[in-house]
């Protein structure tokens, strides 16, 4: 560690032939189990190589907190139980099935790091005996027997404890969106690029393989000349929309709100339902931007290798949740990649449920992305028109349909889990079997540790995603059209 200081994702086939395949100039969507940084984490990899343990500490020990601990097969005691009732009452919940599958990754949680009293005791219940907890994550960083760290708090501590990280020589996996703003994410980026730190961001559909067989079929020219993408979110309950529930426990005695503020612009009076739901400011948060457009921007880059926009204009507002937040319920977001002459559009609410995914429109066919990857074929299309004109090809009828089965997802019980299940920020599937998608992008990120390698969204496409975020929120904000200025690394208003 250098002396410098730091300023700072059962499948069912509908596909015809091989041979029909092989004529469109296609390959077969057989499962890809290869590791690199595009295809996502093979996880028979990490079970060959996990020898040296790592110790973790985790800041943030919130909802997410203890999703990515129970994710590294560190669960609550009460949680455990709860699932081990909810599956004795029902045949069809696996929740409980699936932890006890998670593969070892040979990791010891050695703190947990929050603000919040009553989250820091459920960290080290969760961890065991060798878990220390902490209020303070500098305390935690000191702690020279911490290998890496993962970040999960609200967004606007993102950056300053990331560079904390990089002084302290950990390792670091980050929730996203990765800055609260575009400066932040230009000094986090040199920052690491400077120092031997193995970071990863948290976009666990990174290990969605329908990701990679869509790349395939991109590259194969199936689709002819892409011109637009659009890409949706939709919600329709409370939980969806940050409304989460506050604790009865929290109150001025038992979190440390101050320490919570932290860099945030504005200072205000102990305030539960910003610390509780606090996505719903800016001054915390990165809006719908931040929290759901990058998820949709994110797989489309994995599989475009998009890049940041040249241009972004962003529209929406509080349509419906009139509860005092001042991030939009409502947003629109349109980018345009002048170089790559095509245009990548956003549209979310979090006051409906219909389900819609994600559309990359070519000049000979269509890919729909959602739960299942269907590609259909566009009735003007040249490259299929012979095809087209001799009943081979139906344009009603999908040539490809590669689908993740709905039997194993009874046990959701909001629109909003499914909204991540058919995302696939839930579960994907290797050899037959499914995985949790974070588990894999976890272990993704402890093999780059152990064995050396670049992790699937490291620090170029975090910045990518962050700076692209970051348009769209400056847009909306300024009701203007803004501008990437790749020279300066700046946003530029119109």
């Known amino acids: 560690m250098p002396e410098k200081k730091a300023n700072r994702r059962l499948v069912k086939s509908v596909i015809g032939r091989r041979d029909f395949l092989m004529g469109l100039g296609l390959t077969p969507l057989a499962a890809t189990n290869n590791h690199n940084i595009q295809e996502g984490f093979d996880i028979n990899v990490i079970k060959q190589k996990t020898s040296e343990k790592i110790r973790l500490g985790i800041i943030g020990f919130g909802f997410r907190g203890e999703q990515l601990a129970r994710s590294l097969k560190f669960a609550h005691p009460d949680w455990l139980e709860d699932q081990k009732k909810a599956a004795e009452k029902d045949h069809r919940n696996i929740t409980y099935a699936e932890y006890e599958k998670l593969d070892d990754l040979n990791v010891e949680l050695a703190g947990v790091c929050d603000v919040f009293d009553v989250r820091i005791g459920r960290g080290v219940e969760s961890g065991g005996k060798q878990t220390a907890g902490y209020k303070h994550y500098k305390e935690l960083l000191s702690d020279r027997n911490i290998d890496a760290v993962i970040i999960a708090t609200p967004d606007h501590w993102h950056a300053q404890m990331a560079m904390d990280a990089v002084d302290a020589g950990k390792h670091i996996y980050l929730e996203k969106c990765m800055t609260r703003t575009p400066e932040e994410a230009v000094l986090l980026r040199n920052v ?39 890409t949706t979110t939709n919600r329709n309950n409370a ?10 426990e929290g109150n001025s005695n038992t979190i440390d709100w101050k320490l919570f503020e932290g860099p945030a612009e504005n200072k205000v009076a102990f305030n539960p339902e910003r610390f509780f739901r606090w996505r719903c400011w800016y001054d915390y948060g990165t809006g719908m931007s931040g929290d759901l457009l990058t998820h949709e921007y994110d797989a489309i880059n994995s599989i475009l290798n998009l890049g940041i926009p040249d241009s972004a204009i962003a529209s929406g507002g509080i349509y419906h949740y009139n509860d005092g937040r001042d991030v939009p319920d409502v947003f629109q977001a349109n980018y345009e990649y002048t170089r790559d002459t095509l245009s990548f559009l956003y549209s979310g609410t979090l006051a409906n449920g219909i389900p819609r995914g994600a559309l990359i429109m070519g000049s000979d066919a269509t890919l729909e992305l959602g739960k299942a990857l269907t590609v259909w074929a566009d009735s003007q299309s040249t490259k299929y028109k012979n095809r087209i004109e001799s009943g081979i090809i139906d344009p009603n009828k999908p040539i490809v349909n590669y689908n993740i089965d709905n039997l194993e997802l009874d046990a959701l019980t909001s629109a909003t889990s499914k909204y991540f299940a058919d995302r696939g920020l839930m579960y994907t599937y290797q050899d037959g079997r499914r995985y949790d998608t974070t588990h894999l992008h976890l272990a993704e990120w402890l093999n780059c540790i152990r064995n050396g390698g670049i992790p699937s969204c490291n620090i170029d496409q975090g910045f990518q995603e962050a700076i692209t975020a970051h348009m769209a929120t400056a847009s909306y904000r300024n009701d203007k059209k803004v501008f990437w200025d790749a020279d300066h690394e700046k946003i530029v208003l119109n």
Do not use: Y
């Open 192 to 230: 690491i690029k400077e120092h031997d730190i193995i970071f990863q961001l948290g976009h666990q559909g990174r290990q969605n393989d329908t990701h990679g067989k869509a790349r395939n079929l991109i590259e194969k020219g199936t689709l002819g000349k892409i011109s637009l993408i659009e």
């Open 239 to 248: 939980f969806g929309a940050w409304v989460w529930p506050i604790h009865e």
